[in-house]
């Protein structure tokens, strides 16, 4: 019997690559990928896969509980690994019960449909929750998150992603399901929905638009190439015992000013600039609300466990990320048409 796999927000950023990844590398796995096609959900990520025999794409909301029960009833899953979420924490600021309705509840609806369909047969089953860094709160100038640090989720966003990890982990505890999570920090590569600082800042520089840089700029992210986080997460699927919890992370950190300093070098070469004309747009602009200052994980367990590591130099990665956002221009047209503009006018007012 084939292993069917459900993938949930696989028309997303990150979820598009696990898709690719998996429909990919392991043509005896069929790969549902469960969507609701929201804002940021689109399945122009995935027309290279669309069409293999081992992949479908059905579209559901994970809110919808009714329709979640229907497809647990007649389809059988071996497993489920789960990204369908609201993700942006400026937009969870102006609208937290999105992020409460489909990062809590949806969790529980997936939840509770899988419990019911393995009805507590649970060999070679699992539920794997991807989540995120954000979960353990803001650092200060030393110390870096690992998978026992307190929970100290400080945004909507964040909070709603720590309530869907305790969430889980109550149905391990409770029910006995074969679950994993992993925790991953900032993620940058194709396909990014460019409400993010990253793909934001390159087409705001290629339209010559300004760069909005909150603050001064000196809030600390960790950055992962994305497609190392979809190889993270094949490995932790096959490999990691139930119940327990990775870091995912880059050993990257970055300054948001620096980071950006650095894309517009890039953005200079690749557009024939001249030196310094893309810097000239950043733009300070007031701080987001709850502003969190430093995120840096420490994801040795996984390396010393489970074998990962980052394969790429940020260097090497910005300036791919660059060339593809340049080369799928359409990509970006269609993107940010229609709603995006609102949203845009939203956040920034321009
Ligand atoms: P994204 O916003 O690009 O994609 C989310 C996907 O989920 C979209 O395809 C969207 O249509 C779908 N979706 C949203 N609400 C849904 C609903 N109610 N029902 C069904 N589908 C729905 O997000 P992303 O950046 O790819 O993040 C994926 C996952 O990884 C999320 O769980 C996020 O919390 C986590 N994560 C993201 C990052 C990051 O840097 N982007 C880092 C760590 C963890
Ligand atoms: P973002 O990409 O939204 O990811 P997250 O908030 O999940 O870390 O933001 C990354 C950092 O960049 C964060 O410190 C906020 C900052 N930022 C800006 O300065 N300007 C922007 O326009 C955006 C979207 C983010």
Redo the contacts with the bound molecule.
Sequence with gaps: MKKRILI??G?????SHVVRLFVTKYPDYEIVN?????Y??NLENLTDVATAPNYKFVK????DEKAINELFATTQFDGVIH??????VDRSIKDPLAFIR?NII?TVNLLNAAKEQWSGNYEGKRFYH????EVYGSLGEEGMFVETTPYDPRSPYSSS?ASSDMLVRAYHHTYGMPVVISN????YGAN??PE?LIPLSINNIKNNRPIPIYGKGENIRDWLWVNDHARAIDVIYHKAANGETYNIGGINEWKNIDLIHKLCEIMDKKLGREPGSSAKLITYVTDRAGHDLRYAIDSSKLKRELGWEPSLQFAEGLEKTVDWYLANEKWLENVTSGEYQNYYQRQYGK
């Design positions: 949930t927000g028309a997303g950023f990150i979820g469960l969507d609701a096609l929201t940021a959900g559901i909301d994970i809110t990204l369908a979420a609201e993700s942006h489909t949806g991807i989540s995120t860094d992603k991953c920090s900032n993620n990014q929905f993010k």
